[in-house]
């Protein structure tokens, strides 16, 4: 067998701005433990498929912490409409399987124009976060491996999509998974090395390629000088964002929501913050800190909120000197954990939604007959 040799050393296929987060804290790991003659710097690819980006590329381009940051164009599935016909639900667990290994080769055959932008083969090592996108198959397909990487901070706690979305014959389609037929995310496709999560006791699923990787010692770990280009990589006015933390008389509270994409529904969304903000942040100066994926104008349905404008993960404003928040609030995200300068935090549990939306549209862990890990 000939083996290739790499030339590259490592690369992150990021889908949001979190991942882009994960990526730099990782990235950082590797420079401050690197000896400087022997460090190569990482490459990163922003792929579009579920987040516009804006001139992200741009400004990590100038803080010089990746070589090349590459633009992939992925594409939806929908994309392609002639593949439609092998997602369709027979009830035949024989069709569904042959069908479903018939769509994991084309899907991965109709990505490759928009892959090929990237040698994925020359890398040393590959981190794709969200490998449910067509990368995963992508790279199954072409039997590169790869590292998967969380989604979002503990996000499976909630959602371990590969096992709700499988968990009708699951051990069967596992065994078809590892054996490259068919492909399924978050540990399971042939060529995934290994999945890392943030902490492994509140995943209520299990996959024998979970590596527990801690997101806090990264965070503790970084320089005064990364700290800075993390700030610098994120927002394009740090001055003006501060200037919109700071109380406008002494003593004065703020109380943080969190938004999310969710509900799907933009006007039961919009309900959700308004009575979100009249219940939990009643007697505080309202900030609110959109979603990125959340394209509401909250300016406009709060405007005597404070909206931390830009799209930027909340976790990057742990590196401001001096803020403080004494509450926050969220429904399920996850992030919100990782806000050190919160001083109180509330997570309402995905229940809440259960007034503005089907229950059964979120209760994805008890459908695939899941409990928390951690109760």
Known sequence: MIFMKKIKSRIYVCHTFYHVYVSILKEMKVQRETPPSEYQKADLALSAISTDFENLGERLGRTGIFDTVFALDEKREDFFPELAKYRANYSNVVKHMVNRMIFTKKLAKYEIPYME??????????????DSDPIGYYLNYRHIYYHAVEDGLDCLKNLDDAYVANSSHFKLKTWFSRRNLIFIMNGWGKYCLDMEINDRSVVPTDCPRFVEVPRKPLEAALTAEQKKLMIQAFIEDADALMNQLKPSFEGEEFACFLTEPHPVDEEARKKVCLDVIAQYCKGYRVLIKPHPRDLIDYAKLCPDAVVLRGR????????????????AVSIVTTAMNNMDFVEEKMNLGASFWDAYEDPEKHAYNKKAGLTLANG
């Open 117 to 130: 932008i990237i040698d994925f083969k020359a890398y040393g090592d590959i981190y794709v976060f969200c």
């Open 312 to 327: 930027f993960p909340v976790e990057v404003l742990n590196f401001f000197e001096g803020l403080k928040i004494k509450r």
